[in-house]
């Protein structure tokens, strides 16, 4: 597998070239730059899941204590601003799973074994 990692450049999301002063153009794109110090990470695994039939495969949401569930909203809201996941309305659904990690702390998971 191969992975790629590569600064996240918010000056490819904002325009600058209406700036004709080259000087003040060159500043405005390293002040964009330094403003989301990110780092992505992309690979160049294509995953699939084959369903069964057509019928969709909906399952409630499991419950969460509230710490918990403050865990799965930061890390939602933060993969949200990084564009890593969208809003979806869809008749499928499937629950989060939170598996504790070595460290202490939580990785999000989807329990997808209903679909297949």
């Known amino acids: 597998m191969h992975t790629q990692v590569y600064e996240a450049r918010i000056e490819d999301e904002i325009e600058v070239k209406h700036v004709t002063n080259p000087r003040i153009r ?3 794109s ?3 730059n330094n403003y989301i110090p990110k780092k992505t990470e992309t690979t160049n695994v294509s995953m699939r899941i084959i369903l069964k039939d057509d019928v969709p495969v909906y399952q409630p949401a499991r419950r969460l204590s509230f710490p918990e569930n403050q865990a799965v909203n930061k890390q939602i809201d933060e993969w949200l601003d990084q564009g890593i996941v969208r809003q979806s309305s869809s008749e499928y ?3 989060i799973v939170l598996v504790k990690k070595k460290d202490g702390t939580a990785r999000l998971c989807v329990d997808y074994r209903k679909l297949n």
């Open 26 to 28: 060159k500043e405005l």
């Open 30 to 32: 390293e002040l964009i």
């Open 93 to 95: 659904a499937s629950p």
